[in-house]
């Protein structure tokens, strides 16, 4: 158990370090030493969604309303995360670039306990290195500040405790609340209540959907 979590906590540190790439310069230039192999140039600039998302967090921490003095197309929850980056980081590129660091790296750790679950410490290492080397890119929009990467850390959570092998209403009921935080970040993610349900259903033996393996569940 404790050399599976020690390698979790290494995939963690790859997946930081691995995603860092795109504000490299700005570490080498603060300690004077660069830990990637090649960094040239300067880190890479905001797109313009992260821009006008920091903008946006930015407004709201002068005072601003969302939707009446500012406005954008999408549920308040991704907005509220890019102010409380502001504050804690200031109105600076780098405090946007470390913004999806928790979530990422949650969604690493959920990815690992799911595929422990159901198949062991080599599933769990394999998934998780799988998911930080898939779910990113070589370039700026895999490694930005997306709401992409809020909204999968509140779905896989549902996920997480759908699959957990503990049905009970307290249960579903935070899975529910995950959902709508998921829901919050990008609207789409109410496609995801849908193989909830599914799930749920399966759980009680109604539907032959094959979803035995969620529910069995293994020791970490």
């Not at 880190?43 to 003095?69: F, M, N, W």
């Not at 092998?165 to 109410?190: D, N, Y």
Request: glycine share 10%.
């Amino acid at each position: 158990m404790r050399a599976s979590r020690w390698i979790l906590l290494g995939l963690l540190v790859l997946a930081a370090w691995y995603r860092a790439h795109t504000f490299g310069p700005s570490v080498r230039a603060a300690v004077g030493y660069d830990f990637w192999p090649r960094t040239i140039g300067e880190s890479e600039p905001l797109d313009c969604d992260e821009a006008a998302y920091a903008y946006i967090g930015r407004r709201i921490l002068t005072g601003d309303v969302l939707y009446r003095d500012v406005t954008e197309n999408k549920p308040p929850l991704g907005y509220w995360v890019y102010a409380a980056a502001v504050a804690l980081g200031g109105y600076r590129e780098l405090a946007i670039r470390l913004l999806p660091y928790p979530f990422i790296l949650g969604t690493t750790a959920l990815v690992w306990w799911i595929a422990a679950r159901m198949g062991g410490r080599l599933a769990a290492a394999v998934a998780a290195w799988l998911f930080i080397m898939l779910s990113t890119d070589p370039y700026l929009f895999g490694n930005g500040s997306d709401f992409e990467h809020i909204m999968n850390c509140f779905s896989v959570a549902m996920l997480a405790l759908l699959a957990s092998g503990r049905p009970s209403r307290r249960l579903v009921f935070a899975a529910g609340v995950c959902l709508g935080l998921a829901v919050l970040v990008k609207q789409v993610a109410i496609v995801q209540a849908l193989p909830a349900v599914l799930l749920l259903v399966a759980r009680k033996g109604r539907l032959p959907l094959g979803c035995g393996s969620l529910l069995r569940c293994r020791p970490i």
